[in-house]
């Protein structure tokens, strides 16, 4: 802040602090505890993309404009010469300005963003600010603000070196041509709306700033990071990729990891902890293992000031960590099965764009690793580790998934076969593994010479290398993408719907009809009444909080819990002490309901059954209506392009797959905004499912693509 405070001086301007602000409704509380008079301001950062060919990419732009200004992305992007702009990540503003939607300003500029510099930024101002004297800006976080002038601003990034421009929205708007008129001789087809226009249609018209702002229809990738943000569940930290998961999304974590622990100690497995650091010899041992991972591994290369003599890596999985162990621990086949289990983080230095629970850098997850003297007995645990991701997801998540095995090509790299539970996000019609377990069959125990003497060879064998038996293993993993699947498939244009098996909050108590009337003991009446039904239900082992803060309205009270999803909500006020009963209000459909005070203990229990299995039923008959059988070739695509998966008769031959993957891809039309952040457009398969009595017969069935004989049912998709 020092630094700031230098910078600012040369304006006779100096940072004021405030409490923090999480979003702009707070910021402006902040700003009018201050006590100053200020005008209202906000801050975007736009991506465009460059009118023509041309080797440079083209500078973020960065608008300061008044805070009621129309700031249509279309009409500013043509005025500057750019195609189109999208608002810019919030990754991508942290890169180039290390600054977050909630305290991105002018005064986040620095020379790093002046031509040539690490990330170029255009300056725009409204001309609206242009003579004020104290637009409200950021100072560089959420709790700290300056009033300045227009020309301050464009001081100030002049001094960093920073091109700036003044563009008047308002003539910007008056000369906008009208529409062209459609030709007479064509069949006319809808206009395509402007990407301002695109914006305002995602809006969510029914949230104020503190709420969802998108609607989850709309701008899908703008609405998940708000809905994780704006619920509780995560923050961003200032290495991009990584993210720090708060007590409300790691509760979930947590009951996945109670209820997984428990069921694989049943099996016999057993944890452990691995260190998380590997050698370059022992990492590049398996070639084809690692070959998948390598653009992805973290290396760690120097220690203080020195170089380290090898390079150590940062565990992408832990494959290559343990095996050289287990070949030390098991020396006879009594010594089998060997079932251990890890609990850690992994790094994979991902350089796709991130989206958090999705795609990190660091994640959380655990990993099993067992070898067995058969490969019967490997087969058995591999179906059983599945069936219980499986359960994961159903009955703790309430989110249904279609249980199959990979394909060859796109099995765990060195593995035998993978078999996976394979989910879908509605919203984007894209699938998403959820969970994995691989049988490596004997591919890693040979290289890392994991053998023992087998007990079935004959006598003339005993103490030869003839005579060894190399262990069949197994290794599996579910991660914190569990959480991100969950949040896609349930939320809503309010925010977060939380399953109520994971919820750290399944019932929130809210006091209801106090007024300035009343006097202390009748406030007091019905804030003990919530605090005494907070205690009751948590001694019938029901996790419930009473929302007893002051200074907010029922109103507020309940936009702020419904944006985090708890599952039930019990409203007590005068008249509900008077009929002894509560008011209840479900997350999922908004069901409203009294409920006797004597029956509540009864009651709330069956209700967040009724919540889950209501919420697992509509996600299941989505899911199901989305996945479509198709034998041509001519129904594969277009049922893509209608957010569904395709289930096809497959030769499951591996340049089949890749043709359907090049064939199925879509082309985006001129001028159609493409998300850079969404994967790739072409399907490919997702599993291959082991339920495939539901399918016809595939006798006698050709593979839609390439015309050979169809051996399975295998579901395709685009795909996360």
Avoid at 448 to 472: C, M, Q, S, T, Y
Avoid at 539 to 566: H, S, T
Avoid at 597 to 613: F, Q, T, W, Y
Wanted: net charge neutral; with cysteine.
């Amino acid at each position: 802040m020092a630094d700031l405070a230098a910078l600012l001086a040369p304006l006779s301007l100096a940072p004021r602090e405030h409490a923090a602000a999480a979003s702009p409704a707070e910021w402006a509380a902040a700003l009018e505890s201050l006590g100053a008079p200020h005008t209202p301001t906000k801050t975007l950062l736009f991506k465009p993309k460059a009118a023509g060919k041309t080797a440079d990419a083209p500078p973020l732009v960065l608008l300061f404009a008044h805070a009621d200004t129309q700031t249509p992305s279309g009409a500013l992007a043509k005025h500057l010469g750019f195609k189109e702009m999208r608002l810019a990540a919030e990754d991508a503003m942290r890169a180039a300005l290390n600054a977050g939607k909630d305290d991105i300003s002018p005064i986040s500029l620095t020379s790093a963003n002046a031509p040539g510099g690490a990330q170029p930024v255009l300056l725009v101002l409204d001309s609206r600010l242009q003579a004020t004297s104290d637009a409200a800006a950021h100072a560089r976080s959420t709790a700290s603000s300056v009033l300045i002038g227009g020309a301050q601003v464009l001081e100030f990034a002049q001094a960093a070196g920073v091109e700036s421009k003044v563009v008047d929205f308002e003539a910007l708007a008056s000369a906008a041509p009208p529409a062209a008129a459609p030709k007479a001789a064509a069949a006319p087809k809808a206009p395509k709306a402007s990407a301002a226009a695109l914006r305002e249609e995602t809006r969510n018209p029914d949230a104020e700033l503190i709420g969802i702002t998108t609607l989850k229809a709309g701008d899908f990738s703008d609405w998940y990071q708000q809905v994780l943000r704006k619920g509780d569940m995560l923050d961003y930290y200032d290495v991009s990729g990584c993210y720090i998961l708060k007590p409300w999304s790691y509760f979930v974590w947590q009951s996945i990891q109670t209820w997984f622990d428990a069921k694989i100690k049943e099996l016999g497995v057993e944890n452990c902890y691995f260190p998380m650091f590997v050698s370059s010899d022992v990492l590049e041992r398996e070639k084809d293992h690692i070959e998948g991972f390598a653009p992805e591994v973290a290396w760690v290369t120097r220690a203080g000031s020195s170089e380290l003599e090898k390079p150590v890596a940062i565990r992408p999985t832990s494959e290559t960590v343990m095996y050289p162990y287990y070949a030390k621990w098991i020396r006879s086949h009594r010594d089998l099965p060997l079932k251990l289990n890890q609990w850690n983080s992994v790094v994979r230095w991902e350089f796709k764009h991130p989206q958090p629970f999705l795609r990190t850098r660091e994640f959380l997850w655990q990993e099993g690793h067992t070898a067995h003297l058969t490969l019967k007995d490997a087969d058995t645990e591999v179906r059983q580790i599945l069936e219980y991701y499986r359960r994961v997801y159903e009955e703790l998540l309430a989110v249904p998934v279609v249980p199959g095995v990979k394909s060859e090509k796109e099995k765990f790299a060195g593995g035998y076969y993978t078999t996976t539970v394979e989910g879908f996000i509605p919203t984007t019609g894209r699938g998403i593994q959820g969970g994995t377990s691989h049988c490596l069959g004997q591919n890693f125990s040979k290289m890392f010479n994991i053998a023992v003497e087998d007990p079935a060879a004959p006598p003339e064998h005993r103490g030869k290398p003839e005579g060894k038996l190399h262990v069949w293993q197994n290794s599996w993993g579910l991660s914190t993408r569990t959480i991100g699947v969950m949040v896609m498939v349930h939320g809503d244009d309010k925010g977060l719907v939380m399953p109520p098996r994971v919820s750290s909050i399944q019932v929130v108590v809210i006091p209801c009809g106090l007024n300035a009337k009343m006097t202390p003991k009748e406030r007091d009446v019905i804030l003990d009444a919530c605090a005494n039904l907070e205690k009751t239900l948590k001694g019938a082992g029901i996790r419930a909080k009473a929302d007893l803060r002051e200074g907010y309205n029922p109103g507020f009270k309940f936009a702020d819990w419904e944006m985090r999803g708890v599952p039930l909500r019990l409203e007590v006020g005068p008249k509900d002490l008077e009929k002894s009963q509560v008011f209840s209000c479900r997350r999922d459909d908004g069901a409203r309901a009294a409920i006797p005070s004597a029956e509540l203990l009864e009651r709330v229990p069956k209700i967040l059954d009724s919540i889950h299995d209501d919420m697992y039923r509509r996600a299941d008959d989505e899911y199901r209506s989305r996945r479509r059988v198709v034998t041509e070739w001519a129904d594969f695509t277009k049922n893509l392009n209608q957010k569904c998966h395709v289930v096809i008769p497959w030769c499951e031959v591996e340049a089949c797959e890749d043709a359907i993957k090049d064939r199925s891809a879509r082309v985006a039309e001129e001028g159609e905004e493409v998300d850079e952040r969404a994967p790739s457009m072409g399907a490919k398969s997702l599993c291959i499912p082991f339920d495939q009595a539901q399918f016809p017969s595939i006798e006698g069935r050709k593979c839609p693509q390439c015309g050979v004989d169809a051996k399975r049912w295998t579901m395709f998709g685009r795909s996360y």
